[in-house]
C-alpha cells in the first residue's frame, strides 16, 4: 500500500460489525473500466499479486478497488472468528458501496470462490449490480474450498480436533500454520456451488498451475465441468505452481484482463 491510508466501511449490526479497509483508484480513461480484486485465504490487499494489480491498473488508466477481509490486512476482527459467509458480505458491501461503472473481478483462490458467489447473489438478488460484473478472472479458483479442499482431505486426527477443540492448525508450506475453525467449515456449507449447473453469463478466464498443491488442476478441471453457457476459458500452466506471481505468470493475468476489458463493452455506470 505504499504511504496510502485506506478508507474503511462499517459491514454488520451491533456485535457482529467489522471495519473493513479498502483502497479505491478511480479509473483514468473512457469507457471507464475498473479491476475489483479478491483476495485468497490469509492474503490481503497488500499481497505480491494485489499491488501488482494495482500497479497494472495505474498503468493502463483501470479503476482498482482492493480489500482486506475481517482478521486478514488492516480490516478489524480476529482471523479466527472468519467464515466463507462473513466474507462474502464484505465483498459485497465493498462492490456496491465503493465501486462505480463496470468491474472486472480478479479472485485469487479462495477469492475465486467468493467471485463466484458474489456474482450467483448478485444474479439473484441485485440484478442491476450483477449487470456491472463484465467478466471474472479466476486465479487458481478454490471453490467450495472448505468443503472440498479442507474438510474431505482432513485425516482423522485433523477431524478429531475440529470435533473436540473446534481448531485444527493446518501445517503450512508458506509459514505459520493455518488455524481452521469448526465454525468455518460448518458455515461453509451454507454456500457450496455443490456441483450445481451455473451459467454465470459473462466471460470468464481461470489461470492454473499444473503444479498446484494447494489447488490441484483437477479441482480446476471438474470447475469447468459444471460452468455453463460457453464463455469460460481455461489456461493451464505447465510449470506453474499455486501462487502464479512470477513475471511469466502476471503476464497471463495482465493480458487476460485486456481481453476482457477490451470486449467489455458499454455498462451500466451506477
Known amino acids: 500500500m505504499g504511504d496510502r491510508e485506506p478508507q474503511f466501511l462499517r459491514v454488520g449490526d451491533g ?3 467489522r471495519r473493513i479497509a479498502y483502497l479505491a483508484d478511480p479509473p483514468a480513461k473512457e469507457p471507464p473500466v475498473s479491476l475489483f480484486w479478491l483476495s485468497g485465504y490469509r492474503s490481503d490487499m497488500a499481497s505480491t499479486k494485489a499491488a501488482a494489480l494495482a500497479e497494472f491498473a495505474r498503468q493502463k488508466g483501470y479503476g482498482c478497488t482492493r480489500f482486506d477481509y475481517s482478521g486478514h490486512g488492516v480490516s478489524s476482527g ?6 466463507i459467509g462473513q466474507w462474502l458480505a ?5 462492490f456496491r458501496r465503493a465501486t462505480r461503472g463496470p468491474q472486472i473481478i480478479v479472485g485469487s483462490s479462495m477469492g475465486g470462490w467468493i467471485a463466484l458467489l458474489l456474482l450467483r447473489r448478485l444474479l439473484r438478488e441485485a440484478p442491476a449490480e ?5 467478466g471474472l478472472v479466476l486465479i487458481a479458483p ?3 474450498m472448505t468443503e472440498e479442499l479442507m474438510w474431505k482431505k482432513f485425516d482423522a486426527a485433523a477431524r478429531t480436533d475440529l470435533e473436540q477443540t473446534g481448531v485444527y492448525n493446518q501445517p503450512s508450506e508458506y509459514g505459520e500454520p493455518y488455524a481452521i475453525t469448526r465454525g468455518l467449515i460448518e458455515e461453509g456449507r451454507e454456500h457450496l456451488l455443490a456441483r450445481r449447473p451455473f451459467d454465470p453469463g459473462r466471460p470468464v478466464v481461470i489461470l492454473q498451475g499444473a503444479l498446484d498443491a494447494a489447488v490441484p488442476i483437477a479441482h480446476t478441471r471438474e ?3 459444471f460452468m455453463k ?5 481455461l489456461h493451464e500452466i505447465a510449470d506453474a505452481e499455486h501462487r502464479l ?4 505468470d502476471l503476464t497471463l493475468l495482465f493480458a487476460s484482463i485486456e481481453q476482457l476489458a477490451d470486449r467489455a463493452g458499454p455498462l451500466p455506470r451506477r
Open 15 to 17: 456485535g457482529a460489525t
Open 78 to 83: 480476529r482471523f479466527e472468528d472468519g467464515t
Open 90 to 94: 464484505e465483498a459485497e458491501a465493498v
Open 130 to 134: 450483477a449487470s456491472r460484473m463484465a
Open 142 to 144: 478454490a471453490w467450495d
Open 223 to 225: 470447475l469447468m465441468g
Open 229 to 233: 453457457g460457453g464463455g469460460v476459458v
Open 245 to 248: 506471481s512470477r513475471p511469466e
